[in-house]
């Protein structure tokens, strides 16, 4: 089974930085899209980025522009930059691994824990 372990979530104030990291496990990490998502409470999860195993990224429109998905295949390790940090963008985020295409989808094989982001006004 993939593993993934996602950090750096924390509290921000609008308009700040947050780098999230997820690492994870598995012999064919470099063949995986990579993705992050989030949910907020009372909401569905959404799609927010995702990196193919080419390094074709994919965003959501809501954070186009702010948030940069990126991935390093030697430590198997896959990052979201948020940038310009909105109350709006407080959710749970999650990593998740696809087998395949498409990408920009929820219907993601493995996921992480979760980690909190919090933007506060």
């Known amino acids: 089974q993939v593993q993934l372990v996602e950090s750096g979530g924390g509290l921000v104030q609008a308009g700040g930085s947050l780098r999230l990291s997820c690492a994870a496990s598995?012999?064919?990490?470099?063949?995986?899209?990579m993705g992050w998502f989030r949910q907020a409470p009372g909401k569905e999860r959404e799609f927010v980025a995702a990196?193919?195993?080419?390094?074709?990224?994919r965003y959501a429109d809501s954070v186009k522009g702010r948030f940069t998905v990126s991935r390093d295949n030697a430590k198997k390790v896959v990052y979201l930059q948020m940038n310009s940090l909105k109350p709006e963008d407080t959710a749970v985020y999650y990593c998740?691994?696809?087998?395949?295409?498409?990408?920009?989808?929820?219907?993601?094989?493995?996921w992480g824990q979760g980690t909190q982001v919090t933007v506060s006004s």
């Open positions: 990196s193919s195993w080419s390094g074709s990224t």
């Open positions: 998740g691994a696809r087998r395949s295409l498409p990408i920009m989808t929820t219907e993601y094989d493995y």
């Open positions: 598995g012999p064919t990490f470099s063949s995986y899209a």
